[in-house]
């Protein structure tokens, strides 16, 4: 595994139910980030983990977002009653150290709702 | 609190001439600086950082950027432009003893004419 690995890449559910998406980091860093593109814009900052502690979540983040990094590996990202304003995808990244280093990005997790 | 600005959501260029692509930051701490590159239906790609090194960092492609902090600019360009370069930039600042978060800017489609 050379890459940050995301599933599923696309997503496509109705307005009200639950989506799970996961994250696989690079297997030595230990910080992990999700981040929220809409078209056109710059990835929106949702929330990030050092190791399985969550350190920050962005006050944009309803309720309805929950993240976890159970064991300090992977990482699963829910939305629980999908918006149609939920559709964007969904991106993950992983980086070692302090906070200063590269960030290395998955795919990315694409979902429709609606 | 960290932020990025990117002065120009669009910019065009002729294939051979220079490129600038202009990046304003605000931090309350030493910052690191980056840009990524994304291209269509593709993930995110670092093209350079900046950690508190060398004010002028080289990156891949040809790219390079100046970090002034007098002018709290991080500006992106290139000699150059090629076809390839055709693609969307972000400009990305992370607090180093701050919250460590990454936040990006909206975004700069670089589009190169022949």
Known sequence: DTGVSQNPRHKITKRGQNVTFRCDPISEHNRLYWYRQTLGQGPEFLTYFQNEAQLEKSRLLSDRFSAERPKGSFSTLEIQRTEQGDSAMYLCASSKGQGTGELFFGEGSRLTVL | ?114
């Not at chain 2, 990046?23 to 994304?38: D, G, K, M």
């Not at chain 2, 950082?49 to 100046?66: M, P, Q, R, W």
């Not at chain 2, 370069?85 to 022949?114: N, P, Q, W």
Request: aromatic share 12%.
């Open chain 2, 1 to 114: 609190a960290q932020s990025v600005t990117q002065l120009d959501s669009h910019v065009s260029v002729s294939e051979g001439t220079p490129v600038l692509l202009r990046c304003n930051y605000s931090s309350s701490y030493s910052p690191s600086l980056f840009w990524y590159v994304q291209h269509p239906n593709k993930g995110l790609q670092l093209l350079l950082k900046y950690t508190s090194a060398a004010t002028l960092v080289k990156g891949i492609n040809g790219f390079e950027a100046e970090f002034k902090k007098s002018e709290t600019s991080f500006h992106l360009t290139k000699p150059s432009a090629h076809m390839s370069d055709a693609a969307e930039y972000f400009c990305v600042v992370s607090d180093a003893g701050g919250t460590y978060k990454y936040i990006f800017g909206t975004g700069t489609r670089l589009k190169v004419l022949a």
